[in-house]
């Protein structure tokens, strides 16, 4: 446009003004342009407030099993995801010539930078005197230490203290020597104290899955489900086989009392008995510290007090049995014949709740540990003792027992006053 005015135009003078003219039209309209963005940036409404997130402001102390006014036996205390890898840490980026020359590609993480890691499909649980948690991960391929009151986190990992790969069972004894059942290499890793392999237990072992440590009679026991059985081992060096529990299949068939279809997982209470999750018989079988059986309980259903697959199994101080159910999604706690007395969970991500529920641990401070599968997480929560509810009961009676007489003693104390007279 500036072109063509100043050729319609004889003379220079009209051209230099014409020009002059409308450039500074072209900046005021540029200007008023910016100016009205800015006006509109300024004035634009702001993103409505969702609010709290509701698991932010959740009151985490009032989970509790059985809800109030009851006296409550567990509590929700915590869970524990890993730790997950922040976004910078993925970007990718341009790889140099050196880089392609030393074999390295674009999006590759430095040697020095920290890797992070997350929990993928946890499974056994255990926990040592110092009260650090111990998870074992089949895909992560390692075995993560969670500090719950430093919230700090270490790893044993696959290559570097150990050849490590499908992760199952965990236990951990009283001299927290460690051992780890890795079913795909087919044998139990016995780590001291220092983290370091002083044995591997490989005998007979074909699908090793959950463990457990008798730490009076100092027996191991590995539940092999590739064959049906209960295998028993010496806790301590060098580790020598004792016998089996249950008839060697492999054909996961066996329904007969003391015989296994798919067993999964052993704890041991503090009489030496044996309690077992029989998952594919949906029960559980009892035995004495030689092996033999006393009884089963439990069988088939989708009801309190029935099984779906039963995993995770442990006992508490007071001698109860709890029980994981992978298909309910369900923590059940049992008296050791099999009667039930509490349960709590079903299928969702939310506190108390449950996804893939594998495993299951109690330790010596009455926390009661869980792993979830799909998910990836481990809850905690706590195991309020016979002792402690009979407290409680006691203190409720008495503070019950003193609102009762306390109206009565100030009636009495009223009707006690003698009577004034005012003077007239």
Request: glycine share 8%; charged share 25%.
């Amino acid at each position: 446009m500036v072109t063509m005015l100043a050729r319609a135009s004889n003379s220079t003078q009209r051209s230099k003004r014409s020009v002059t003219v409308l450039c500074v039209f072209a900046l005021m309209l540029a200007m008023t342009a910016t100016l009205g963005a800015k006006d509109k940036k300024q004035v634009a409404p702001a993103k409505p407030d969702k609010g709290p997130n509701p698991l932010d402001v959740l009151d985490y102390s009032k989970i509790v099993w059985p809800n109030p006014p009851s006296i409550a036996r567990i509590k929700y205390t915590g869970q524990f995801f890993g730790e997950k890898r922040e976004a910078k840490t993925q970007q990718q980026v341009k790889s140099g010539w050196m880089d392609k020359l030393a074999g390295a590609t674009a999006g590759d993480i430095p040697q020095n930078q920290k890797l992070f890691f997350q929990l993928v499909q946890p499974y056994g649980i255990a926990s040592d005197s110092k009260g650090r948690i111990y998870i074992a991960d089949g895909k992560v391929r390692a075995i993560f230490i969670y500090n719950p009151e430093t919230k700090a986190v270490e790893l044993l990992k696959n290559g570097v203290q150990a050849r490590m790969h499908l992760l199952t069972g965990l236990a951990i004894d009283d001299s927290d020597r460690l051992f780890v059942a890795d079913s795909e290499l087919k044998h139990v890793l016995v780590f001291g104290k220092e983290h370091k392999v002083e044995a591997i237990i490989s005998q007979g072992l074909v699908l090793p899955g959950g463990i457990a440590i008798d730490n009076e009679n100092r027996f191991l026991y590995v539940a092999d489900t590739g064959v049906d059985q209960i295998a028993v081992f010496d806790a301590d060096p060098p580790f020598k086989y004792i016998r089996s529990i249950g008839t060697r299949s492999g054909k996961h068939d066996l329904t007969a009392p003391g015989d296994f279809s798919q067993p999964t997982n052993v704890a041991v209470d503090a009489d030496g008995n044996v309690f077992v999750t029989d998952t594919w018989n949906n029960r559980v079988q009892v035995f004495d510290a030689e092996g033999k059986f006393i009884r089963a309980f439990g069988k088939a259903g989708d009801g309190p007090g029935y099984f779906a697959r039963p995993k995770g199994i442990a006992v508490d101080a007071d001698g109860h049995v709890w029980v994981a159910d992978a298909m309910q999604d369900r923590v059940q706690v049992f008296t050791p014949e099999g009667k039930l007395l509490i349960w709590m969970g079903d299928n969702g991500l939310l506190p108390g709740q449950f996804s893939a529920l594998a495993g299951l641990a109690i330790d010596k401070n009455n926390r009661v540990l869980t792993s979830e599968q799909y998910p990836g997480r481990v809850q905690i929560f706590r195991y309020v003792t016979d002792a402690e509810a009979k407290l409680e009961w006691t203190e409720r009676e008495k503070l019950a027992a003193e609102k009762k007489t306390a109206p009565a003693a100030k009636k009495e104390s009223a009707q006690a006053k003698p009577e004034t007279t005012v003077p007239k």
